[in-house]
């Protein structure tokens, strides 16, 4: 059998699937990351908790109202981004003005709030959330057996990124979007609600987030906690993509999946370190970011 | 010179007098419950323990001797700095007597230094490592509900003699897996079993599906779980959707509590089968507990960390009232004197080394077909012997042991 560095390529190439599945997770939390970072400056470190939101009201929508996957990753997203246009309009919109910083410290207050409020609620252990029946099961590889459900991640992420990405970059909205980051003042001049416009983009890289948690939900424990585990790395996708580009974190997300894949394999207690050490790396190489346009 | 023979004999009257009236400092008997009220811990351990501990002291009649009983909690964030900040804090400024539960074993060391220097008793129910009766013993420190040599015995030799001879261990990157996965091979191998490998994953880590990858082309049997709390939940979970349960490969949970069956849920859980201190369903006593934990906590049932820690309080009560002071190193004598029987233990003692030696289960989870509802999780399937469970005492590593 062929081997990689004493590895059988068989299971190397299932070692890289997965992480491309990790990926996708760390791609449609960053890419919401990137959006709202590039429109609003703001840095949103209640992410996590948004995300963990996501989870919890699928998981509550299940057991309250008996309603299944297919409603919930609907109906979380927009309930979640509702929350989060809330909080903007009434928080974050004060912050425009003033440093980073002041953005940072309030999301991060939130999202402590958010988990204490779950915690108090619900407890620390998670709740139980099974994959629908549609997407049990599996597929052998050959190489590897490959849950229907991870698939179905994977391709949902990549549908997601892929169309924000287009949103953004190809269309009308997503230039209104871009000129508003550059010169709010003027795209206003030409009669352009912007602020109703920073509400909604909060809003679907809110969405975004609780998606993600949906999608999770079945896979992880949902728990209070269940974001503010992933937060920092997620943080870390974005700086290594560059600081509120779109595209840099979408592909940042899933190359860093497989890097963190590849580590689980090679030596595995490294694998939740080694997403800083090529932000180190990438940071003294390219302060901007792999795909950063200004220093 | 006479004057100075007076001065002493008055000063050694005074003291004695003064030691025959304070035999309890302050007035009062003091209980601390640190442990982990916001983190991984705080739903097998956290607020149901200081519930648990209140629920002694009321059913202890709220009163010593005619002196009033005060419970007091902390939030150590499993973290030893903090948890020997608060451990000296109360020792010294608040009256404290005794603390309990200190679940996460780095939390309980830290505390153990402080009890020991101070000769104030600490009596741990949550963390799980051997070394607090070994090279961390103290002649007045407990351990109360289980240990890692206990779990590794009762479900190691279980899993073995089931034909479950080759392993391969998912354990968590610190100090308590380590000594969880070491103290379970010892246990595999003795028992003819073999290991085939391990991969230490980072702690706390979310995907599992790359290592249980690995664990399963090794071919092993079983994969063993030397983790806890979210670790062990999120393996379950991904062990089911990588169809590596279905593919006749089983798990076994080292240390899986009450509430992560509950969270898994038992579609996912069923069939593992781990050992416990306590299980609420098992006598009357044990359910009357449960039920009077259960009505304060939010119908929960108690996992065998806060049993443990009514437990170990009651007794620590009964020895405190027999002795009659709170001096840590006269009542710990008398904890040793008085054996333990109640809905928790039958028939406990304590050993010489700290170790509170009690029967051990071993349950499987129920599948959903058996289960008569919410928490009907357990059947037991075999009482262990406590001292089968418990290391035995000559091989115990405890310093002020191995002097004598």
């Not at chain 2, 009163?63 to 902390?74: M, P, T």
């Not at chain 2, 004197?337 to 030696?357: E, Q, S, T, W, Y």
């Amino acid at each position: 059998m062929m081997t990689i560095f004493g590895i059988p390529a068989q299971a190397l190439f299932g070692q890289l699937l997965l992480g491309l599945i990790n990926g996708a997770f760390y791609a449609m939390l960053s890419l919401g990351l990137a959006l709202i970072f590039g429109l609003l400056n703001i840095i949103n470190f209640s992410h996590g908790a948004l995300y963990m939101m996501g989870a919890f009201v699928a998981w509550l929508l299940l057991t309250v109202l008996g309603a299944g996957y297919w409603t919930a990753l609907v109906v979380a997203p927009l309930l979640v981004a509702v929350f989060g246009m809330i909080i903007e309009r009434t928080m974050l919109c004060r912050l425009y003005k003033l440093d980073h910083l002041y953005g940072l410290l309030l999301t991060f207050g939130l999202a402590l709030v958010i988990e204490g409020v779950f915690r108090q609620l619900y407890g620390i252990s998670g709740m139980p959330y099974a994959v629908p029946k549609e997407l049990a099961g599996g597929w052998n590889l050959g190489f590897m057996y490959l849950p229907i459900y991870r698939a179905w991640v994977v391709m949902a992420s990549m549908v997601l990124c892929l169309g924000s990405w287009l949103l953004i970059e190809k269309t009308k909205l997503g230039a209104y979007l871009r000129a508003a980051t550059e010169n709010a003042t003027l795209v206003q001049a030409f009669g352009i609600n912007v602020p109703v416009m920073i509400t909604l983009t909060y809003g679907f890289g809110v969405a975004l987030a609780a998606i993600a948690g949906v999608l999770a939900a079945p896979i992880y424990s949902v728990n209070p906690l269940m974001g503010s585990n992933l937060i920092i790395v997620v943080f870390a996708v974005v700086v290594i993509g560059g600081m509120g580009s779109i595209l840099g974190a979408i592909v940042t997300g899933f190359l860093l999946g497989l890097v963190e894949g590849l580590t689980k394999v090679f030596y595995p207690e490294a694998a939740s370190t080694v997403i800083f050490v090529v932000m180190a790396i990438v940071l003294l190489i390219k302060p901007a970011g792999l795909f950063g346009k200004r220093s | 010179m006479i004057t100075k023979r007076l001065l002493l004999g008055a000063a050694a009257l005074a003291l004695s007098a003064g030691a025959a009236q304070a035999q309890y400092s302050d007035n009062k008997v003091k209980i601390g419950v640190l442990t982990d009220l916001s983190g991984t811990y705080s739903d097998l351990a956290g607020s149901g323990s200081v519930e648990a501990a209140k629920m002694a002291v009321e059913d202890f009649g709220g009163k010593l001797n005619g002196i009033a009983i005060e419970v007091v909690s902390a939030d150590h964030q499993n973290k030893a700095d903090i948890a020997s900040s608060v451990a000296r804090k109360w020792y010294e400024n608040e009256g404290v007597d005794a603390i309990f539960d200190l679940v996460t074993t780095a939390a309980a060391v830290a505390v153990r230094e402080v009890s020991r220097e101070k000769g104030k008793i600490d009596i741990n129910s949550g963390a799980a490592s051997t070394v607090l009766t070994n090279a961390q013993c103290s002649p007045t420190g407990f351990h109360w509900t289980y240990d890692t040599y206990a779990l590794a015995v009762g479900t190691g030799n279980a899993v073995v003699k089931q034909g479950g001879d080759s392993w391969f261990f998912l354990t968590a990157d610190y100090a308590f897996g380590h000594d969880l996965q070491a103290q379970t091979e010892r246990v595999v191998k003795a028992s003819g079993g073999k290991v085939l490998g391990a991969v230490k994953h980072p702690f706390p880590n979310a995907d599992f599906s790359s290592f249980l990858l690995q664990a399963q082309s090794s071919g092993a049997k079983i994969i063993g779980l030397a983790n806890a709390g979210s670790d062990t939940i999120n393996a379950i979970k991904q062990a089911k959707e990588f169809g590596i349960t279905q593919g006749g490969q089983k798990l076994a949970g080292m240390l899986v509590f009450l509430s992560d069956v509950h969270s898994l849920g038992l579609e996912t859980a069923q069939g593992m089968q781990m050992t416990t201190g306590y299980y609420w369903d098992m006598d009357d006593s044990s359910r009357a507990f449960a039920k009077k934990f259960g009505e304060r906590m939010k119908g929960k049932m108690p996992t065998m960390v806060q049993a443990g820690v009514y437990s170990s309080v009651m007794h620590y009560l009964k020895a405190a009232a027999a002795a009659k002071t709170d001096d840590g190193v006269k009542v710990a004598d008398e904890m040793r004197k008085l054996p333990i029987n109640d809905f928790f233990a039958k028939n406990g003692k304590l050993r010489a080394d700290g170790r509170m030696v009690h029967d051990m289960f071993l349950v499987e989870v129920k599948k959903p077909s058996e289960s008569k509802g919410p928490w009907d999780y357990y059947k037991v399937l075999r009482t262990i012997p406590g001292d089968e469970a418990y290391k035995p005492l000559a091989e115990s590593a405890c310093p002020a042991l191995m002097k004598k």
